[in-house]
């Protein structure tokens, strides 16, 4: 099983951009889809995440401006993103919490990482 981010980028404050994260492999199931991202010198955290029947999670500071979504026939995770600010600048990456055919559980894959840098 392998997860791909993209569309991460240099965008304006104020700007927009779209990432998307697929999934690929031998995939039975998957559960909760989520994003994170770390900012330099800081640790990882939470940015949203979407359980497999569609509940949303979000960090309280993008809360409003960042929506994710997810197609489950395409494996894939969105996240959208609105208003972006100077500080929202990191590395995102996405995650899936995947049974595959030769799995006995659930188990949490992660993207590689995609760059999001906010100019002010």
């Known amino acids: 099983v392998q997860l791909q981010a993209s569309g991460g980028g240099l965008v304006q404050a104020g700007g927009s951009l779209r990432l998307s994260c697929v999934a690929s492999?031998?995939?039975?199931?998957?559960?909760?889809m989520g994003w994170y991202r770390q900012a330099p010198g800081k640790q990882r955290e939470l940015v949203a995440t979407?359980?497999?029947?569609?509940?949303?999670n979000y960090k309280d500071s993008v809360e409003g401006r960042f929506t994710i979504s997810r197609d489950n026939a395409k494996n894939t995770v969105y996240l959208q993103m609105n208003s972006l600010k100077p500080e929202d600048t990191a590395v995102y990456y996405c995650?899936?919490?995947?049974?595959?055919?030769?799995?006995?559980?659930?188990?949490?894959?992660w993207g590689q990482g995609t760059l999001v840098t906010v100019s002010s």
């Open positions: 979407v359980t497999s029947g569609g509940s949303e």
């Open positions: 995650n899936a919490d995947i049974l595959s055919y030769s799995g006995r559980a659930y188990r949490r894959y």
């Open positions: 492999g031998s995939i039975f199931s998957t559960n909760a």
